[in-house]
């Protein structure tokens, strides 16, 4: 099982390597130490990793922020000198909550808590109850965008458009803004309401309201022109055009 250790202190982050791979199945395979790396690398490498041990201060922060930024459905084993944040923890994907400066035994205990997890119930099933990207009918109605030092919320309604470029997800409103966005578009895709906001190709996600008109594009594909300027033209897939046509016409309940 693969394992990701986010801690900022080298000498607590070699220990818990050493301990979690003395369990055998079990396999640290990286080592981060703040709150942007972990962005980077969870946006990548996301579906990889089985079980997060996650330091809750962190040198550019507390390592909540990392939850705002990426939708991380993975259970996490919270590693702090504090016990202020036990709830915060539970809130966050928490599965087990260690004390520093922790014992071999408590690591030990923590793993077998997440293996007895996995054991009690198929991963695949486990996982989606505990920590559901969505909960079913109920649409996410804001996100938050990083401006320099400052977060701000962008209602859904005020969104336009989602498009990856350069392999950044990018998040547009209807007033010409532009903000990246630390999430998946298959995310998105199941999170947005789909009355609202159709998938016309595999990077963009377009809010009906943005759509002025359309026409036709080489090899049967279609082109829309929205109120907003993207960076990319808003091609619908051949596939998709008859479907658009229809979800423009009959809307989607």
């Known amino acids: 099982m693969n394992i990701l250790v986010v801690e900022d202190e080298s000498h607590t982050a070699d220990l818990l390597k050493e301990v979690i791979e003395q369990q055998g199945d079990f396999i640290v395979v990286n080592i981060l130490d703040s709150i942007v790396a972990t962005v980077a690398y ?3 490498h996301h579906d990889e990793i ?3 041990f996650l330091d809750i201060q962190l040198s550019d922060g507390l390592s909540f922020e990392i939850f705002k930024y990426v939708d991380v459905h993975i259970p996490v084993i919270f590693c702090t000198a504090y016990d202020e944040y036990t709830l915060q923890a539970i809130k966050n994907n928490g ?3 260690i004390l520093k400066p922790f014992e071999e035994e408590e690591v030990c205990q923590a793993l077998k808590k997440y293996r007895n997890l996995l054991n009690a119930v198929h991963k695949t099933t486990i996982l989606s109850p505990l920590f559901p990207p969505s909960a079913g009918i109920t649409w996410q109605e804001s996100f938050l965008v990083q401006q320099r030092e400052k977060t701000i919320v962008v209602e ?3 969104v336009a458009a989602f498009a990856i470029e350069h392999e950044m997800l990018y998040l547009y409103t209807f007033k010409g ?9 298959d995310y998105l895709e199941s999170a947005v309401n789909p009355a609202l906001f159709f998938r016309i190709n595999r990077q963009m996600l377009v809010n009906k309201e943005a759509i002025t008109s359309m026409e036709p594009w080489f090899n049967r594909k279609m082109i829309l022109n929205l109120k907003v300027m993207l960076q990319e033209k808003a091609i619908v897939s051949r596939l998709k055009v008859s479907l658009l046509k229809e979800w423009l016409e009959k809307g989607v309940g």
């Open 50 to 52: 089985d079980l997060i």
């Open 156 to 158: 859904t309604t005020a």
């Open 95 to 97: 599965i087990d909550y």
């Open 177 to 185: 803004e532009k903000y990246p966005l630390f999430k998946k578009m």
């Open 42 to 44: 969870l946006i990548r």
